[in-house]
Structure formats: structure tokens, C-alpha cells
């Protein structure tokens, strides 16, 4: 398993980082590093969003059991992420992964969610959260997650998590090597099968 060996570890935190970091070298990089500069990374992209739509930006600052504490765009920030978060635990759970094995996050029941977010985040959640701060609605969360729903939808993010992972998981594999996941066939007796989602009650009499 990947996340048990400190060398497939982090080549996998590596590869994460490398698609924060299109076009950069990150191979020779520690984990010290890469989180230093996946750091100066996400304060440019606040400071960038916050520019760009006009919103006033002093840091990051939330409390996660009281929602309302947090200024309108912190609100919009926490609501982004947390859709996020569900999406890619779906995905991660339907791809039959565990969500708790993290390559970069650890110690949480969702760090490998944490992890596989993160990709996203900057090109998703940020963005989304600046520009319906932007516009003040009185109902953040609710403005917030529609719009992550469209975004989720335009940019193909179902199609691209469960693509990424598997890349990250499997990177020797070809891409097309997956082409049969959702054919499920039902077991014949002996070493024959059938295929699945075909109903079989007529071929046999039954007392009912």
C-alpha cells in the first residue's frame, strides 16, 4: 500500500504537488518545502481573487463550530471547501479508496479527502468563494454552494478526481485501463458468470 511505504508515500505527495505546480520541478523538493511553497501559492491566490473581484482580504479566519462568526467572504470560503470536500469524499468512497489514508494530511478519518481537494481547491473554491462575496447575497452558503455546483459541472470535476487518483494510485497503468470499472457480472455456479442488471425471472419457475 502506498501510504505505508515512506518512499511510494512520497512520490505520491510529490505528484500532488507537481499538479499544484504545472511546469515546475518539485522531484528533488522535501515534504519541508513543498508545503512552503504550496503555502506562498494559496496566499497569492487569496490576495489574486481578492483583487480581481474587489473584496477586501486580510487572512483566512473561521471558527469551524460556529459558521456565522466569519466575515462574508470567510463564510464563502468555509461553504466552497466543504462542498468540495464532499465531492471528492464521494468520488474517493466510490472508487472503493479510503478516505482516512492520506498522503499529505494525516491523522483525520478524510485526509486522503483533504488531500485530493486540495487539488482543486484554487481553481474552484477560491475563485467561487471571491466572486459570490463579491455580489453580497444574503444567504452566502446558499449562493455559495450553487455555484460550486455549476463550476463542479463545467469544469469536469467528477470526471478529472476520479482520473487524477487513479493516476496518483496507479501511475504505471494506461489511462484507459480502467474502461471496464462499472461492468459488474453476476456469479453462474462453478467458474461461469452472467452479466449483471439483467433480470433473470423468467428463465426459472418460482412458487410465488
Same mark, same amino acid.
Given at each position: 500500500?502506498?501510504?505505508?511505504?515512506?518512499?511510494?508515500?512520497?512520490?505520491?505527495?510529490?505528484?500532488?504537488?507537481?499538479?499544484?505546480?504545472?511546469?515546475?520541478?518539485?522531484?528533488?523538493?522535501?515534504?519541508?518545502?513543498?508545503?512552503? &511553497? +504550496?503555502?506562498?501559492? /494559496?496566499?497569492?491566490?487569496? #490576495?489574486? %481573487?481578492?483583487?480581481?473581484?474587489?473584496?477586501?482580504? *486580510?487572512?483566512?479566519?473561521?471558527?469551524?463550530?460556529?459558521f456565522s462568526a466569519g466575515d462574508p467572504i470567510n463564510q464563502a470560503l468555509s461553504a466552497a471547501t466543504t462542498c468540495l470536500y464532499g465531492i471528492t469524499h464521494?468520488?474517493?468512497?466510490?472508487?472503493?479508496?479510503?478516505?482516512?489514508?492520506?498522503?499529505?494530511?494525516?491523522?483525520?478519518?478524510?485526509?486522503?479527502?483533504?488531500?485530493?481537494?486540495?487539488?482543486?481547491?484554487?481553481?474552484?473554491?477560491?475563485?467561487?468563494?471571491?466572486?459570490?462575496?463579491? &455580489? +453580497?447575497?444574503?444567504? /452566502?452558503?446558499?449562493?455559495? #454552494?450553487? %455555484?460550486?455546483?455549476?463550476?463542479?459541472?463545467?469544469? *469536469?470535476?467528477?470526471t478529472r478526481c476520479a482520473r487524477d487518483i487513479r493516476s496518483l494510485l496507479l501511475p504505471d497503468e494506461p489511462e484507459d485501463a480502467g474502461d471496464d470499472w462499472?461492468?459488474?457480472?453476476?456469479?453462474?455456479?462453478?467458474?461461469?458468470?452472467?452479466?449483471?442488471?439483467?433480470?433473470?425471472?423468467?428463465?426459472?419457475?418460482?412458487?410465488?
Open positions: 500500500m502506498a501510504v505505508t511505504n515512506q518512499s511510494s508515500r512520497l512520490r505520491v505527495a510529490r505528484a500532488m504537488y507537481a499538479q499544484r505546480f504545472p511546469g515546475e520541478d518539485v522531484s528533488a523538493l522535501t515534504m519541508q518545502q513543498l508545503r512552503g &511553497r +504550496e503555502g506562498a501559492r /494559496v496566499r497569492k491566490v487569496y #490576495r489574486d %481573487a481578492a483583487a480581481e473581484h474587489g473584496v477586501e482580504w *486580510r487572512r483566512r479566519d473561521y471558527r469551524p463550530d460556529d464521494a468520488v474517493i468512497v466510490a472508487l472503493g479508496c479510503s478516505p482516512g489514508l492520506g498522503f499529505i494530511h494525516t491523522g483525520h478519518d478524510r485526509s486522503f479527502v483533504f488531500d485530493v481537494a486540495d487539488l482543486y481547491k484554487a481553481e474552484i473554491a477560491i475563485p467561487v468563494a471571491f466572486a459570490v462575496a463579491a &455580489r +453580497e447575497p444574503e444567504d /452566502v452558503s446558499g449562493e455559495t #454552494r450553487r %455555484a460550486i455546483r455549476d463550476a463542479v459541472h463545467d469544469g *469536469r470535476i467528477l462499472d461492468v459488474v457480472e453476476l456469479w453462474d455456479g462453478a467458474s461461469r458468470r452472467v452479466a449483471g442488471g439483467v433480470s433473470y425471472g423468467d428463465e426459472v419457475d418460482v412458487p410465488w
